[in-house]
């Protein structure tokens, strides 16, 4: 099982660099298409968009509508969950009469449990006892498949940039760290919102983040030939090996 992660494309229609947002998904998107042999599917793990908007999240939807392979969308803290669900399959939602935007993508070797780590009164993650009783839930409805699990703030602390800790509290963290604990079929942890690849574990999950897709956020020293280059993950699942993720630049070096 192939899986492309993207990430924290924050694409907006406002701003100086709003072209280079849009180019840099394009050029991701288009990438992926390339890829042989091709992902099996596609996600993105949050900050869509830049500002929640409507007209954003059609703008996001026409650049995923030319990927080959299915796309699986998740909330970061720059999204907005009305006109993210308006915009993105909401019959996949877990809980008809829940607010988050949490989910698991099933028909594949690996399940990939997409949580909502979405907090709004800062840009830090957020974790509740509700929203711990749905992971537990979304594990506990298969226990014969391994399973990926996608939050867009990492649950470990990221020694690289200035804060490790992504949550608001530390007892958010460690509480989504129990819960992810809570199954030996959790094999991975994919994540974003740094905008620098970095990886990190909880416990012997291993876990990783990727940079940001759009360019002109993305943290961490790269040579000039590739600032404008955008990067994403590919996951690679082997049964007996478990994963392994490769960084790849889009459509290489722009010359
Ligand atoms: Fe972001």
Redesign the pocket.
């Known amino acids: 099982m192939i899986i492309a992660q993207i990430s924290?494309t924050?694409l907006a229609l406002d701003t100086p660099d709003a072209r280079q947002r849009i180019d840099d998904f394009e050029r991701v998107i288009a990438d992926v298409n390339a890829l042989d042999p091709a992902p099996d599917i596609i996600v993105h793990t949050g900050?869509v968009v830049q500002n929640g908007l409507p007209e954003e999240y059609a703008e996001a939807t026409r650049i995923l509508s030319a990927a080959r392979a299915p796309v699986y969308a998740m909330v970061?803290n720059?999204d907005n969950r009305i006109n993210f669900r308006a915009a993105f399959t909401p019959d996949l939602y877990y809980g008809s009469d829940s607010e988050f935007i949490e989910y698991v993508v099933e028909d594949h070797p690996v399940r990939l449990l997409m949580l909502d780590t979405l907090n709004h009164t800062s840009n830090k993650g957020e974790f509740s006892p509700l929203r711990a009783r749905h992971l537990l839930e979304m594990i506990d409805a298969d226990n014969t498949r391994p399973i990926a699990v996608c939050t867009h703030h990492p649950p470990f602390e990221v020694q690289v940039g200035p804060d490790p800790l992504n949550f608001e509290t530390r007892q958010m963290m460690n509480e989504l760290r129990t819960a992810l604990l809570h199954s030996n079929h959790v094999v991975a942890v994919f994540s974003?919102?740094v905008?620098r690849g970095t990886v990190g574990c909880v416990e012997h999950i291993p876990a990783s983040v990727m940079p940001?897709v759009a360019t002109t956020?993305r943290k961490g020293e790269y040579p000039p030939h590739l600032i404008d280059c955008p990067i994403y993950h590919i996951h690679r699942f082997d049964p007996a090996r478990g994963f392994s993720t490769e960084s790849r630049i889009a459509d290489g070096y722009r010359t």
């Open positions: 924290d924050h900050d970061g720059k974003g919102h905008h940001s956020l």
